[in-house]
């Protein structure tokens, strides 16, 4: 396998700072040198490929032979279980020769390299087969690869599956929008990406809430159970704590399961949210007298039904102590 070796600085400075490389570019007059001119490795065209070359971090699929400068073989991904090798390109999973080739190749091409020690196995080797500070000679056929979206094409993408979403929701098909919407999720990630990019984080967040907004009213329209909306509404206010749809059905939701403590604390959260937007709007503003009306109503009847339950179990204590002065033997 051709698996990297730490490497702690680019290899060209490496090469540059041993002085230059050890390969003399005369005895390969067939090759052309892909480092700079620095002829740290030579690389020779055996079969055209056609397409766009990978991006970085994209990632690729080849076969491999890797033969010694005596034209000893001591690697080939196709004998074994015959596998190709599947690695992200220029991340450093390779060693740098293998991930600089195949990063300028394209589908279909086989090409042949030599490579300086610093593009191969440097001054470890590879025992028994490479001795240490040995220039060696690999063919790579390259077969696929898939190149990683950036963050903003994820984003875009993302955009695009759940607007498909919203056209489904409005076609009452909400199992199959909530599908797109969980497709539409994991292209954004499960938390905030670690880029310097306000407009790509401001869009990751916004769509991000949108879906998470959307999955829950799924579950709305559905008539999923009270904890289930809880759940879906707890997402959304994760990331957007003043989130007044997620708000209302959350707060709904906890009326039903009578969990009005927590009701009532969404319920001035959201009043709060209201208040602070610079226009209100009217239909928010009747939305929140009705679940106000809701929660007082849910408490009352929970009140009247618990003195209810304590009158009839005072009423079977007066009855029992009856029933026992009755019984009980006369002097």
Known sequence: MTYSL?????????????????????????FEDITDGLNAVLKKKLKEGTGETPKDGAVCSIHYIGWTMDDNEFENSKTGDGY????????????????????????????????????GWRDEGKPPFVPADAIVR???????????LTKKEKVELAKKI???????????KYVEAQKLYKDALSHLGKFKWHINDPAVLAEQHSVRVSVLSNTMLCLVKSEAGPKAIVAAAS??????????????????AYIQLEEFGKADTDLQTLKTA????????????????????????AQQNTKKKQQQVFSKMLAH????????AENAPSN
């Open 162 to 172: 759940k607007d498909e979403g919203n056209a489904l929701f409005k076609q009452q």
């Open 6 to 30: 730490l490497q702690l600085e680019d290899p060209k400075d490496t090469v540059q700072k041993n002085g230059g490389s050890q390969i003399k570019p005369e005895d390969f007059p067939d």
């Open 235 to 252: 997402n959304c206010l994760q990331f957007e704590p003043t989130h007044i749809k997620s708000l209302n059905q959350r707060c709904r």
């Open 84 to 119: 190709p090798l599947d690695f992200n390109v220029k991340t450093g999973m390779v060693i740098a020769g293998i991930d600089l080739g195949v990063s300028g190749m394209q589908v279909g091409e086989i090409s042949e390299f030599i490579m300086d020690p610093v593009f």
């Open 274 to 297: 209201v208040d602070k937007q610079e226009t209100q709007d009217e239909a928010t503003l009747k939305e929140i007298k009705k679940v106000q009306t809701m929660l007082n109503d």
């Open 317 to 324: 204590m007066n009855d029992g102590e009856g029933e026992t």
């Open 138 to 148: 690999y063919q790579i056929e390259f077969l696929s690869f898939e190149n990683e």
